[in-house]
């Protein structure tokens, strides 16, 4: 029973340690300018002096449609990405064909590249490819991973090969083998990386603020940072720590309605490396 | 069974039919995002294209953005059209002002100006003083800007614009030597300094009487010495960033000190910097340290209020901020010039900065000139500015006579109905120095700030800055070394 | 007949079709811009009109002169081992702690030390920015711990700067580590435990001997992924230090890339700092993986 209750007292210190920068941030977005000041000593100072006026401030700017833009484009790069990393995941481990080493050795290579290399070169193709300012050079390139395909790759070589000979005897064509027992039997990655995919593509920073540049088409982060500006000319927090609660609540209460199956997925068998 | 490879195993189709497939196989996490991005794509779908125009300004700058785009008070309750609106009408043109994070922006003209290809660049930009740098690298001829000496002749706003502020916006011709100027400056942004009178003066010191930074700091000793055997052990009498190259690169500009010139020549081995480096690392370390950081952000005004600093270099930008955020100081702050270290020095510096330029790939120079002029020279514009809040000192010294600059401000406390620091900055203005920025500077500036904290740690493990010359001299030395060894790499040479 | 033919067809087009979207994709969008930087990084360039081939030399000066090169790249690999080490065990042992049969409430914790991964690197940036202010909440508590003031400069100070990061990076990423270890701990087959127990094995044998096996293919998966994030590591310093940071000590390789590719504008130089950093990086995995290797038999 004191073992008991001494593990819960643990628990709770630690959890406070973690959501401590949560809690003031909570706290920053309900207060004024002036009181945020004061409360960079205290968050729970000046309680009585809340204020809305931070939410009301956002409802100035086009903040709704960066919080859709943000949605759409986070889903539909987690759905693509995720097909599309499990069907060429299935292909590298389930089949034999020419020119598969090649592409997993360039594949590999590629993985540890710092996205910013990248950035002058795609920048010129977007503008070839007349996709600046569009979503187009944001869902097309980010519907691959190559890092995704190598996971699924990893994971779909546990599924075995007899189930898949007997889905072939039994008439179904390799495209439903990849559906109906390759899929089922990756689950738990399926769960973990759809969430790794659409945190990343939600937080993501710097590209998007490089291809959009029409303000109704910015995603939440870039938004939010036309507002702050300069470090040193910064001085609207408030707004911007409103937002920031705001930007995390459709992700928090995404993870919340399926951690179950993000976690329960993943426990039923774990990432099979 | 056991088979690798599928050929072997089925030569033939089989028979059997395949069961209809029974479930989402990609599991409800992703059916629940399929329906979300099917929604949403219809809000989005819905949304407006961006209308088409015939001259595209990109700003980092939120307030600049409203300055041009909102509808403004006139000052007699009404309201006026915005600039663009106004100059759209005018002259039958459609501007489209895009905001852009500063990042994004820089990112995004580094890469348009590399790749020849011109309409992906805007017509007008602004660029911020830090910035600057890597668009200026290429020889003359290949800057993706244009040069506007010809314009600012022909207009005639060439002599009317203060000449010392085109300095960061412009690069030396080598076979001319004339100055070509990229850039028309927004701002001069004077600095002063902005002290607690009210706390000073209960010290019994009057620190409007520091002329040099020697006297400046001797009072400042005085100041905290009253002040700890007062109760308050910590306070420390002035913000000096010590991480930082902030406020040392404003003492460098008053003794007219660039760490690298125009001339990209590298300034380490000065002994005016030798000597300013060592009195600034004895301002913040030691038994004479007078200075210490502030909070980030706009924390320092903060910090001002509380007391745990007394005093702060306030560029005209700033004393803005400390008006909005910490109202509670109003009648206790007072404003003076910045103390010399010699007679020839400048009262004053220089912090910050925007500029705007017109891309050399603009198709209609002449039509974005005009949208320039409109937006940062006319008098409409040097109105709509006020309008928008935004009374830091405009570039332009024929503005400077509007009331607003030369009102008493209650805030800052002269004894009579408040300082006059609208004429202190204009005062200021006309002294500050040339500052120019290099694709260099942010990195001499780092190795500056590398040095002082050698030089920090020798006065912390020495108790004195005695005996610092010979050692300090020696790492500016290595400085300069290494960045001239970097500009020579990165020179170009065709 | 016709069906025969069909049949053939596509069993042997399915992997072409189902890794095509991929190559496509990759080729155009990835390799275009991977060659352009590869062939940026033999170059001098400043301007559309003026780009000079180079050879070797960005590399040979990287490598030879370039001290804040070294500095970067010590940062980043001290960053990433001790990010591991710290990350790593702390995850796991909350995870351990979650996993026990007595834990209530269980669901609520987890998403407690989860939640500060939701927040992205860059506002966690913003957030603690704040937060090590020299009045800010961490010395507010440090302070009261201590009993009196104290300031520590956690952004101003050189030797400060990087434990910052790193202390803001573990808020970031604990509880991240901690759901897939969860999810791994509860995926090992409880009647290897109940056997160990009838056999008389102690805690720490059922550790070793049960659980590290069990979870080995997620503490790859979580290692990986720390890994590449650590040598990649940018926007958080960037945000947090406001740049490279005092003394250029915040600095990290991709920073350097960035700054000297947006910031000094030698695009050449950043191009080659990136492959240099390839390079390192795939000697290293080399090493690594040979560790940590994937290894398909184990769980099946």
Not at chain 1, 124 to 152: K, N, R, T
Not at chain 2, 13 to 42: E, W, Y
Not at chain 2, 106 to 113: E, G, K, P, Q, T
Not at chain 2, 124 to 136: A, D, K, V, Y
């Amino acid at each position: 029973m004191i073992r008991r209750i001494a593990l819960h007292l643990l628990l709770i210190v630690l959890a406070a340690v973690a959501v401590v920068p949560f809690i003031w941030l909570i706290c920053a977005a309900f207060k004024t300018p002036q009181d945020l000041l004061g409360s960079t000593l205290l968050p729970w100072r000046h309680l009585d002096r809340l204020t809305l006026n931070n939410f009301r401030a956002l409802r100035d700017q086009p903040f709704a449609h960066w919080l859709i833009n943000s949605i759409f484009l986070s889903s539909l790069h987690t759905v693509l990405v995720v097909t599309l990393s499990s069907m060429g995941g299935f292909a590298l481990a389930k089949y034999e064909f020419p020119g598969k080493r090649p592409i997993m050795i360039i594949m590999l290579g590629t993985i540890l590249l710092p996205s910013q290399v990248l950035v002058p070169g795609s920048y010129e193709l977007m503008y070839h490819l007349h996709w600046i300012d569009s979503y187009l050079a944001i869902i097309v390139p980010g519907a691959i991973s190559v890092f995704g395909i190598i996971l699924f790759r990893q994971s779909m070589l546990n599924v075995p090969d007899e189930l898949l000979q007997c889905g072939r005897l039994d008439g179904c064509s390799e495209l439903r083998l990849w559906w109906d027992i390759a899929l089922p039997s990756v689950r738990p990655m399926i769960g973990a990386y759809t969430l790794l995919a659409f945190l990343a593509e939600w937080n993501s920073f710097l590209w998007p603020q490089i291809i959009l540049q029409n303000e109704a088409k910015y995603t939440l982060p870039i938004g939010l940072n036309s507002l702050t500006g300069l470090p040193e000319y910064q001085h609207n927090y408030g707004i911007v720590m409103a937002a920031t609660l705001v930007s995390i609540l459709p992700v928090a209460l995404l993870f919340f309605a399926l951690q179950k199956d993000f976690i329960s997925g993943l426990s039923s068998g774990a990432v099979k490396g | 069974m056991q088979c690798n490879s599928y050929r072997i195993c089925h030569p033939s189709p089989p028979t059997r039919q395949c069961p209809d497939p029974v479930q989402f196989s990609l599991g409800k996490p992703i059916l629940v995002l399929l329906f979300a991005a099917a929604i949403s794509a219809i809000a989005v779908w819905k949304q407006p294209p961006l209308p088409r125009a015939d001259l595209v300004l990109w700003s980092f700058d939120e307030t600049h953005a409203r300055t041009f785009r909102d509808r403004l008070p006139d000052g007699h309750g009404r309201i006026m059209p915005s600039l663009v609106n106004q100059f759209e009408r005018r002259l039958g043109l459609r501007v489209r002002i895009s905001l852009i994070g500063e990042m994004g922006e820089n990112i995004r003209l580094a890469s348009a100006f590399m790749a020849q290809a011109g309409p992906q660049s805007p017509d007008l930009c602004e660029i911020e003083i830090h910035s600057i740098g890597q668009f200026l690298r290429p020889p003359n001829d290949d800057i993706g800007l244009l040069p506007l000496n010809d314009f600012l002749r022909q207009s005639g706003w060439g002599g009317r614009i203060m000449a010392s502020r085109f300095a960061p916006w412009s690069k030396i011709d080598p076979r001319t030597g004339r100055r070509i100027i990229y850039g028309i400056p927004a701002d001069v942004h004077p600095v002063t300094i902005t002290y607690r009178k009210d706390l000073f003066d209960e010290a019994g010191i009057n620190l409007d009487q520091a002329k040099t930074w020697r006297e400046f700091q001797d009072m400042c000793l005085a100041f905290q010495k009253y002040w700890a055997t007062h109760g308050h052990r910590d306070r420390k009498a002035i913000a000096l960033s010590t991480g930082g190259p902030d406020e040392i690169v404003e003492m460098l500009l008053q003794r007219h000190i660039n760490l690298i010139d125009h001339a990209q020549k590298l300034h380490f081995t000065d002994p005016e910097l030798l000597d300013t480096a060592i009195f600034y690392a004895q301002l913040i370390a030691g038994p004479r340290a007078i200075g210490a950081d502030v909070s980030p952000g706009i924390g320092w005004t903060e910090d001002l209020a509380r007391g745990n600093v007394c005093a702060v270099c306030t560029p005209d930008w700033k004393a803005a901020y400390l008006r909005q955020f910490s109202p509670q100081l109003a009648g206790k702050v007072r404003m003076m010039p910045m103390p010399k270290f010699e007679s020839s020095d400048a009262p004053t510096s220089t912090s910050g900065g925007t500029m705007i330029g017109i891309c050399r790939s603009c198709p209609h120079p002449r039509q974005a000139w005009k949208l320039l002029e409109f937006l940062y020279l006319s008098p409409e514009a040097a109105k709509a500015r006020l309008a928008a809040g935004d009374d830091v000192l405009p570039a332009i010294p024929e503005y400077w006579n509007q009331p607003i600059y030369h009102q008493r401000d209650p805030f800052f406390a002269d004894g009579a109905g408040g300082q006059r620091i609208g004429n202190l900055y204009i005062n200021l203005a006309e002294q500050i120095p040339e500052r120019f920025v290099t694709p260099y500077t942010y990195q001499a500036e780092l190795a500056l700030v590398a040095v002082l904290h050698r030089a920090e740690e020798y006065i912390a493990d020495h108790g004195t800055a005695e005996g610092l010359t010979q050692p300090c001299a020696a790492w500016l030395a290595e400085a300069q070394d290494d960045m001239q060894r970097r500009i020579d790499f990165g020179k170009f040479e065709p | 007949m016709n069906r025969d033919r069909w049949w053939k067809l596509q069993t042997r087009a399915a992997p072409y079709l189902f890794i095509s979207p991929f190559v496509v994709i990759f080729c155009v969008f990835l390799l275009y811009p991977l060659s352009r930087s590869l062939f940026l990084s033999f170059h001098k360039t400043v301007g559309p009109r003026h780009i000079v081939f180079v050879g070797w030399s960005n590399y040979r000066f990287l490598l030879g002169h370039d001290l804040v090169f070294g500095l970067a790249l010590l940062n980043t690999a001290a960053y990433t081992v001790a990010f591991l080490a710290l990350q790593i065990p702390m995850s796991l042992g909350l995870a351990l702690l979650l996993n026990s049969r007595h834990v209530r409430f269980r669901n609520l914790f987890r998403f407690s030390f989860f939640s500060s991964y939701l927040v992205g690197q860059v506002f966690v940036g913003v957030i603690f920015f704040q937060l090590f202010g020299p009045d800010g909440l961490i010395n507010h508590i440090v302070s009261i711990l201590a009993g009196h003031r104290i300031v520590i400069p956690w952004l101003s100070s050189p030797n400060l700067a990087m434990p910052s990061v790193l202390i803001a990076s573990l808020w970031l990423a604990t509880g991240y580590g901690m759901v897939y270890f969860l999810a791994a701990l509860q995926a090992v087959d409880p009647e290897l435990y109940e056997a160990a127990e009838m056999d008389g094995a102690g805690t720490r044998a059922q550790f070793l001997h049960i659980t590290l096996p069990g979870i080995r293919p997620m503490l790859a998966y979580v290692v990986l992924v720390g890994a590449i994030g650590g040598f990649q590591l940018f926007e958080l310093p960037f945000v947090l230090l406001q740049g490279a940071g005092p003394d250029a000590r915040g600095i990290t390789i991709v920073m350097y890339l960035f700054l000297m590719g947006f910031s000094t504008g030698d695009l050449g130089y950043a191009s080659a700092i990136g492959w240099l950093l390839v390079a390192i990086l795939l000697l290293l995995s080399l090493i690594r993986f040979r560790f940590f290797r994937f290894r398909p038999e184990i769980g099946t």
